[in-house]
């Protein structure tokens, strides 16, 4: 994947946000070269041409973590839970795309990526005349909060590990560690839904979160109980589930990695403090193409 790619044309879908619980209409459409992600929103209204409801994905426009990620542009204007639709454009080597949403949250759709990167499939990709940058790691850098860790190391690929544990028997200690390319994400992360815990829920909406979560849009624990009728798409669906966030929240940098990254305990926020580790030390990383790296091969 040398070159950059964009939409064949534009996808469309209508969801529930998971945290503000209201409906909202999306489509995502294609873009010219070097436009990267941008989330444009369409229930508000740009000022004097200042193209303030637009929301350009970088790793300094995250302003929130708590149980999704949030980008936020100088105005004041956000967009909230972009991880899953942001892990399907990674997967799928969608480098630019204007995302439009009447709302302020990404729909949850099933609480998974696999229903964007259906969208995806069917509006189809197209090879753009300007080469793909990648983000080659050259040093390890790693965010630690007590148990928790997140961290960026150096691989001739790029490779996510991540780890949880939970008192629950439901989850227990869980462990998933592979190279991601499109045809990896697909078998084994894409349809792995997000996860909560029954007694918390009326505490997250007391906070103004998870108002429009339920079964359908996510796996539901009761004590060591799934609730969820149909049960788990996977064993391991929570932990996948986390490495599916990962790949997400990477790829607010604007660039696919030459990396691994390892994740112990973490979620969004330990995720973001990677990234801004790696963006605060300059020698740990270098932007290059595949034509560079083939020319240094010879």
């Known amino acids: 994947m040398s070159y950059q790619h964009t939409l064949a044309g534009p996808a469309i879908c209508a969801g529930v946000g998971l945290h503000s619980g209201q409906r909202v209409r999306l489509s995502i459409r294609p873009a010219p070269v070097n436009t990267g992600i941008v989330f444009v929103r369409t229930d508000l209204s740009s000022k004097n041409g200042a193209d ?69 499939d069917r509006a189809g990709r197209r090879v753009q005349e300007a080469e793909r940058q990648y983000i080659e ?35 227990g200690h869980q462990r998933v560690d592979l190279t991601v390319t499109e045809a990896s994400f697909r078998r084994e992360l894409a349809d792995c ?39 788990l798409r996977r064993p391991d669906e929570f932990v996948r589930h986390k490495a599916l966030d990962a790949v997400g929240d990477l790829y607010v940098l604007g660039a696919p990695i030459i990396g691994r990254f390892e994740g112990v305990y973490g979620g969004h926020h330990m995720n973001n403090l990677a990234v801004r580790a790696l963006l605060a030390r300059p020698s740990a990383y270098r932007l290059r193409t595949l034509a560079m790296a083939m020319a240094e091969a010879v």
């Open 52 to 120: 303030d409801n637009r929301v350009r994905v970088a790793a300094e426009a995250v302003t929130q973590t708590r149980l999704c990620t949030v980008i936020t542009n100088a105005s004041g204007v956000s967009v909230a839970t972009i991880e899953h639709l942001m892990a399907a454009l990674a997967a799928l080597d969608v480098d630019n795309a204007i995302v439009e949403l009447d709302g302020p949250e990404v729909p949850i759709m099933d609480g998974s990526a696999l229903p964007f990167i259906q969208l995806i």
């Open 137 to 171: 790691i050259l040093e390890t850098v790693e965010a630690v909060d007590g148990a928790k860790v997140a961290r960026l190391s150096p691989s001739d690929r790029f490779e996510v590990a991540f780890e949880i544990g939970f008192d629950s028997a439901a989850i």
């Open 193 to 231: 839904r997000t996860f909560g815990f029954l007694s918390d829920v009326n505490a997250l909406r007391e906070a103004g979160l998870a108002r429009g979560g339920s079964m359908e849009n996510a796996v539901v624990i009761d004590g060591d109980r799934v609730l969820n009728p149909e049960g």
